[in-house]
């Protein structure tokens, strides 16, 4: 059966294509049918200097307005990930409100405390999200230190918008 979750980041073919649809509901206009949990992220190529998208999970909302934390399934693996930490200003949207703003790799304690949060707060799905990426994470500790892990493990980004958002 074809899973589009199985193995590295998606690079081309129908797995790619799978998983970069929710672009196209953004594009069309319907990024408030993705609710509060999904963001289009918008950063800028590293190497071509041009825009590029990925649709991500919002792991937390932070009490600050307009502040989400995303996770980096393949850790720096992910080109997203290597494009914000060479130039952290970006754009994003979640549902229908868009930011300008600054993509904030968390300090590798904070990163490993939030993501062992979000396996307390949905311990079904971040087994699943952590499994499709290569990971078997079954305690608080495992999902833990996978967050402190920048390199190998699934390191949180804090999406922090600008003033003038």
Known sequence: ?????????????????????????????????MGQRMVLL????????????????VVARLPEPGTYLIASGYGERSQW?????????????VGRRKYRGTAVPLPPEESGRALADYARTHPKLAERLMRSVGHDPRTPADFEALGADRRKGVPLIALRPSAAS
Do not use: D, W
């Open 81 to 93: 990930l290597r494009n914000i930490l060479a130039t952290p200003k970006v754009e994003y949207q």
């Open 42 to 57: 918008t950063h800028t190529g590293r190497k071509s200097g041009q825009p590029r998208q990925v649709v991500l999970e």
């Open 1 to 33: 059966m074809f899973n589009p979750l199985k193995g590295g980041p998606p690079s081309k073919g129908a797995r790619r294509a799978v998983l970069r649809a929710p672009i196209k509901l953004y594009h069309l206009g319907l990024g408030g049918l």
